[in-house]
């Protein structure tokens, strides 16, 4: 069965690049589409983007001149980068994995890391 | 982007009896060559991620309790929970996929038990 599990820092002060990994256990990397989503304190959910095995991506218009996902296939591990962030980017952070192209859904999630944006 | 608006913020239902939840969406989401619309229903409990519920608006997940129903097309769709056990107290989002360029979520719903 397949588990996923954020890693990174949880406090990042303003200004700064946020970064996170996903690792994904329990089964391969391949063949899927990943994704990173968040979710403000109290609020709903906000595709930030995803990235497939081969390393193609797509990114939420509000924050693509921010965001970088890459993949790791060697370490079974995806990444998420967001630049110059500010208080607005405090979120829980979820990676999860997505169906298909056509079955973009979020079949698998992470647990979630709560990322604090404050000096 | 494709807006998803839910209603209502929140409800109170008692247990065994039926809540339902509405979703619309800015434009269709029913893609016509394959006649499928691109809605998703997930569940999130406190401190927990949110679960996949539903697809293609009305395919209930695997493990899924027949309770959980989806239904609509188009723009306009339902989840509804025949019967309200006390584990379905949850947010609810919709989701559409129908722009895959652009995933949107709905803004949520919370029930609880009256």
């Known amino acids: 069965q397949v588990q996923l599990q954020e890693s990174g820092p949880g406090l990042v002060k303003p200004s700064e690049t946020l970064s996170l990994t996903c690792t994904v256990s329990?089964?391969?990397?391949?063949?899927?589409?990943w994704s990173w989503i968040r979710q403000p304190p109290g609020k709903g959910l906000e595709w930030i983007g995803y990235?497939?095995?081969?390393?193609?991506?797509n990114y939420n218009p509000s924050l693509k001149s921010r965001v970088t996902i890459s993949v790791d296939t060697s370490k079974n591990q995806f990444s998420l980068k967001l630049s110059s962030v500010t208080a607005a980017d405090t979120a829980v952070y979820y990676c999860?994995?997505?169906?298909?192209?056509?079955?973009?859904?979020?079949?698998?999630w992470g647990q979630g890391t709560l990322v604090t944006v404050s000096s | 982007d494709i807006v998803m608006t839910q209603s209502p913020d929140s409800l109170a239902v008692s247990l065994g009896e039926r809540a339902t939840i509405n979703c619309k969406s800015s434009?269709?989401?029913?893609?016509?060559?394959?006649?499928?619309?691109?809605l998703a229903w997930y569940q999130q409990k406190p401190g927990q991620p949110p679960k996949l519920l539903i697809y293609w608006a009305s395919t209930r997940e695997s493990g899924v309790p027949d309770r959980f129903s989806g239904s609509g097309s188009g723009t306009d769709f339902t989840l509804t929970i025949s019967s309200l056990q006390a584990e379905d107290v949850a947010v609810y989002y919709c989701?559409?996929?129908?722009?895959?360029?652009?995933?949107?979520f709905g803004g949520g719903t919370k029930v609880e038990i009256k």
């Open positions: 434009q269709s989401v029913l893609y016509s060559s394959n006649n499928k619309n691109y």
């Open positions: 329990g089964g391969s990397i391949s063949s899927y589409y």
């Open positions: 989701q559409q996929y129908y722009s895959t360029s652009a995933l949107t």
């Open positions: 999860a994995r997505v169906g298909d192209i056509v079955l973009m859904v979020y079949e698998v």
């Open positions: 990235i497939y095995y081969s390393g193609s991506t």
